[in-house]
């Protein structure tokens, strides 16, 4: 099963951006898609953000619809979550995998990370 490390969060004032970034834990061994961002926000269950796969391309949460944008390196190593106009709400422990499409639904098959905090104060 697959580890992916996550990075890049922070704490930063609601508008500002922010680019998560995931690799394979010590390996430049390539991301395979589909592949998927979560988050978990303080108190609350873990949710699906953003997907991606050959297929059917970009998918995102409604929450985050045109603030967020997933894609992958050109080498297929790095796997970026790219956050514009970041909001309170956004505040959560990020977190990335890879999986399969069964249907309309992503399901991750890789091992959770430890994610990465992104912190938004007003």
């Known amino acids: 099963q697959v580890q992916l490390v996550e990075a890049g969060g922070g704490l930063v004032q609601a508008g500002e951006s922010l680019t998560l970034s995931c690799r394979v834990n010590?390996?430049?061994?390539?991301?395979?898609?589909?592949a998927g961002w979560y988050r978990q926000p303080p108190g609350k269950q873990r949710e699906l953000v953003a997907t991606?796969?050959?297929?059917?391309?970009?998918k995102y949460a409604d929450s985050v619809q045109g603030r967020v944008f997933i894609s992958r390196d050109n080498a297929k190593t790095t796997l970026h979550l790219q956050m514009n106009g970041l909001k309170p709400e956004d505040t959560a422990v990020y977190y990335c995998?890879?999986?399969?499409?069964?249907?309309?639904?992503?399901?991750?098959?890789?091992?959770w990370g430890q994610g990465t905090q992104v912190t938004v104060s007003s």
């Open positions: 995998t890879t999986g399969s499409i069964v249907g309309t639904h992503y399901y991750p098959n890789s091992r």
């Open positions: 010590r390996s430049d061994y390539p991301i395979n898609v589909p």
């Open positions: 991606m796969n050959t297929a059917e391309g970009q």
